[in-house]
């Protein structure tokens, strides 16, 4: 090798050692090679941006515009497949279109801008699984009630309870009459049909047939260990620990009544007219009194609130406790509602879905479907909304710009939406097949 050569050899090392360090040096500082055509020279280098991505559960595949990203080393040689969490650097300012994709799982789409400088989020992404329905019990369409910590399903019309924890159910009593299902504060007891049923099959805390067979519409008042029922036109108090009974309001044409922390809310009707009418429980004085259109009515508690709702006119009544004007707001047209916690209600009519925060009176069409609703389940930390038609459920994430629901499943008479208390398995009536009855299908 002559002289000549290697000097030139030299040279050229040179030279290509400092323009790899320039431009890995411009890279890594945030700026990239701009080339288009015609050529902007004031554009030759472009401040590129960062995508801070994460999803639950991690591990999921990332495309932007289509293209899977992998990871890049100096001018992307060597590059491996990268997965969430990441953070991605040196991207070029616009808008793209992100696309996360995990084995056995719904892919998800997304919007995102990068801008100059600047690190853009994208940590609201939520899988859910692709997962086959599992059956629970084989039952016709009935009540069912969910106890208060989400552990255990109660079937009105077969009186079975199931464990979801262990997935086994027992009877614990014949099914049938009144559908009027009151937990207790512990989820050990169910007030059902007259009875006091313990869910571990232990003898009833208080036998309610020694009241009578004209007693009825029971109401429990588990923290001052009282059970209301009516008998006739009376609405009577009984003292479980004393034994004893006593009468509170007589004389009237009660239409529907409640108990609520010390308060009997009743509709009663006086000369073709119906009157929501608020008493205190222990006095029988009558607080308030408000005229009601003609309707088919009805009361609703849970643990947050007491509700007045009227199936003729589709009306839902929020009532508030101890106020001199105990409807707080009405809402129609309403099918089924939710409350989410003390201040935040879920609700939809046939082909809508809307949510109402109490605190700044902020009401919300969260989406409208094309086919009659039949259920609706929200997680609200995580903000994704199922719902149900009569064939198909679908889940929908609140916090993605563009709201594409996926179909979790079709089947047959799908109703009674519930999520679980860790909101990972949703609960369902529904006919699959030639099988009837309750389902769980697993999201996460």
């Not at 036998?207 to 006739?232: M, P, V």
């Not at 029988?284 to 508690?301: C, E, I, K, V």
């Not at 609960?427 to 030639?434: S, T, V, W």
Request: aromatic share 12%; hydrophobic share 35%.
């Amino acid at each position: 090798m002559s002289k000549k050569f290697r000097d030139f050899l030299f040279i050229a090392f040179i030279v290509l050692f400092v323009f790899i360090t320039f431009f890995v040096s411009v890279y890594a500082v945030g700026y990239s090679l701009n080339i288009s055509w015609p050529p902007r020279f004031d554009q030759v280098f472009q401040k590129t941006g960062m995508l801070i991505l994460d999803s639950e559960p991690t591990g999921a595949s990332i495309f932007l515009n289509g293209n899977k990203q992998r990871r890049s080393f100096l001018l992307d040689l060597g590059r491996d497949e990268i997965t969430t969490p990441v953070k991605i650097k040196n991207l070029p300012p616009g808008e793209y279109t992100l696309r996360l994709e995990k084995e056995g799982y719904w892919p998800l789409e997304k919007k995102i801008s990068i801008y100059p400088g600047q690190s853009t989020f994208a940590e609201d992404f939520i899988l859910f699984k692709r997962s086959l329905p599992l059956n629970l019990a084989l039952c016709g369409p009935q009540e069912i009630s969910i106890s208060p910590d989400s552990k255990n399903i109660f079937l009105a019309n077969d009186g079975t309870i199931i464990n979801l924890k262990t997935e086994n159910s027992k009877q614990l009593v014949t099914g049938g009459g009144n559908v009027n299902i009151q937990w207790s504060q512990d989820s050990s007891q169910i007030l059902f049909n007259g009875d006091i049923l313990q869910l571990d099959g232990g003898a009833s805390s208080y036998n309610l047939s020694t009241l009578g067979q004209s007693a009825s519409d029971f109401y429990w008042d588990e923290k001052n260990k009282k059970i209301y029922y009516r008998s006739g036109s009376s609405i009577a108090c009984v003292l479980t620990d004393k034994n004893t009974a006593s009468t509170i309001l007589k004389g009237g044409d009660y239409i529907a009544y409640a108990v609520r922390d010390g308060l009997i809310y009743t509709v009663e009707k006086q000369e073709e007219n119906n009157y929501l009418k608020v008493y205190e429980a222990d006095s029988a004085l009558l607080r308030s009194s408000s005229l009601l259109p003609s309707g088919d009515y009805s009361f609703n508690q849970n643990n947050y609130h007491i509700n007045l709702y009227d199936r003729k006119q589709q009306s839902l009544y929020l009532l508030s406790d101890y106020s001199a004007q105990p409807i707080s707001r009405q809402i129609r047209p309403v099918i089924s509602w939710q409350w989410l916690n003390e201040g935040f209600l879920i609700w939809h009519n046939e082909f809508e879905i809307y949510s109402l925060n109490t605190a700044n009176n902020r009401q919300e069409l969260l989406t409208r479907v094309s086919e009659p609703l039949s259920g609706i389940a929200w997680n609200q930390s995580k903000n994704y909304l199922i719902y149900a038609s009569d064939t198909q459920i679908q889940i929908v994430n609140l916090s993605l710009d563009k709201k594409i629901p996926i179909v979790l499943l079709k089947a047959e008479k799908i109703s009674k939406l519930y999520l679980d208390e860790k909101n990972q398995l949703l609960y369902f009536y529904a006919q699959i097949g030639q099988q009837a009855g309750i389902y769980k299908l697993q999201l996460q």
